[in-house]
């Protein structure tokens, strides 16, 4: 009954973007990047965002940001619409959503103080200043496992893991409510990956915050997310809890992703696994039919005229695959 | 160096490999002492983090170190010659003949400009003076045995015409083409995705299993590691620090490192276990030492929470733990 309102809300969001006319002026039909998503986000919780290259999950992260505006659809942060935000309501708005990105080189200003990166935001979000900001400063850094002793630092002078809490302190100086992290332990030594996963997740206990979590690394996923979407060509084709969805897969799309993931120890070495065939076509004229039939190894006539919409199964998650309940376990050893 | 087989025994020895960077005083050891052997038939993993040297090992064995770096010390010995005592000629004659390198970035390994059937015949027509004709069979033989769908049609594309799993084939096709007896795959599948991945990690598989060609693996990939290898060399800062056959090394490792390495990656067969909330991943506190950092003793010394005061002192030597496994720590391989 009294659930809490969910803190971010993607309501059959698409994006599609125009294609170059060809030599003779006629119109190509426009790219379906991302294809009537729709989720929501409850405080407190992560939701793993896993795909290949080109699946869209880029695309939807940057207009979760409001750096791009969806096609078509809905994104609501707070239960506010994201794209209708009057000028006055953005700063508020960035208040409550923030960002961190995977290369923790690119992403910091290297002409900037630690210090100044971590206390800009409050600075222009007129939260603090002088000896407030200051102690805040301090604290945000001591938070994330950075002492004061380095804040006086430039960016080159921290290792990546270091950069990367700079850049997490920078994206909660605000005091958001979601953060949006597209790969953020992809570019760090597998050393230090367990040290900001760790620090994540910590954050998140103490602080309530949701996650979304974009990563093509499913181990990663599967360490920080509550739920977990798997996308495909633009679109979500299964969604629900994470051990659920990883452990008992029941999109073939999930289930080949997964059995392609190298193993965890040697001994589970299943030689001749059953290889997802293919890659992942463009996105350009996608028929009918279901968008993954082309290379699924379960697909059916009905696969390759009518496009299934994703329906419950077991009743916590949704899966767009007419033939989801067909679906092999994952072999044992794999995966669960 | 006792625990390093003959090197008849093997098909590659490399012995005691120091590698440094700038002149004189102000040289910096960015390998030292690296010691491995690889059989016949054989995957070795090199397993390392960025500044371990992996790359650096690589680059050293097929003569492609760059100016600024010189092998300062060591052998390696390929079928017992020594590659660092070859004329550049001789290298040249050697290099995708004997020894091949698969890179990790198709794209940027591949000539842009060139078809890959002219790619593929290069060296074959260079390095076994074959006719064109014969060249071009072999080609696509080669696309063949690589899996490449529709092999006639690609001899005569470009590069970028490819997806970046069909180049990494096409790389693969290279490396083969003259049958060497090793190939250096450095980071193979990094730039792929997971599906790619592991079409990338069986072909591999097959070719070895195949043609009995030996692989010298280079990744920071464990789970690369547990797919493919049969026996791993961890290196840490320019330095190897265990040793062992691949389930050995994951089933006990001895260097507190490795054992961290392997404690820190996140599992999917683990994470999704029965019931408990998030299991906290085993952190390795501190970071990499750049390779300007000068350390006395063991390079792991400042991260270890095993490390004795002799650690930091002196640099442990590696040491037989149990056999075909060698490890270097005073605290964990003591004598």
Redesign the interface.
Known sequence: MNAPAPALILDAVSKEFAQRRSLFGRPAAPVRAVDTVSFVVNPGETLGLVG??GCGKSTLARMILRMTRPTTGHVLVEGKRVDALLPSEVLAYRRQIQMIFQDPYASLNPRIRAGDLIGEPMAIHGLARGAELETRVADLAAQVGLSAAMLGRYPHEF????RQRIAIARALAVSPRIIVADEPVSAL???????V??LM?DLQTSRGLSYVFIS?????V???SHRVAVMYLGAIVEIGP??DV??RPRHPYTR??????????????V???E??PG??PNGVGLGAGCRFAPRCPMAQERCRVEAPTPRAIDGTRLVACHFAEDTPDLPK???? | MADVESPMAGLLAVEDLTVAFGRGSSAAAALRDVSFALRRGETLALVGESGSGKSLTALSIMGLLPTEGQVSAGRVLLGGDDLLRKSRDDMIRTRGSRVSMVFQEPMTSLNPVLTIGRQLTEGLQFHRKVSRAAADARALDLLRLVGMTNPEARLKQYPHQLSGGMRQRVMIAMALACEPDLIIADEPTTALDVSIQAQIIDLLLDIKERLGTSILLITHDLGVVAEMADRIAVLYAGRVVEIADCLQLFDAPRHPYTEGLLAAVPRLDLLVADGADRIRLAELPGSVPSPGERLSGCPFAPRCSLAIERCSAEMPPMRTVAEGHTAACWVRAAA
């Open positions: 290949e290259s290792s990546g893991g270091q030594d597998v050393s230090v990956r367990a040290q996963l760790n997740a093509h690394d499913i181990g990663t599967a360490y920080l994470a051990r990883l452990r080949l992703l997964l059995e392609a993931v190298p193993v965890a120890h040697p001994r589970l070495r030689r001749r696994r290889v997802l890659e992942v050893g794999l995966a669960a």
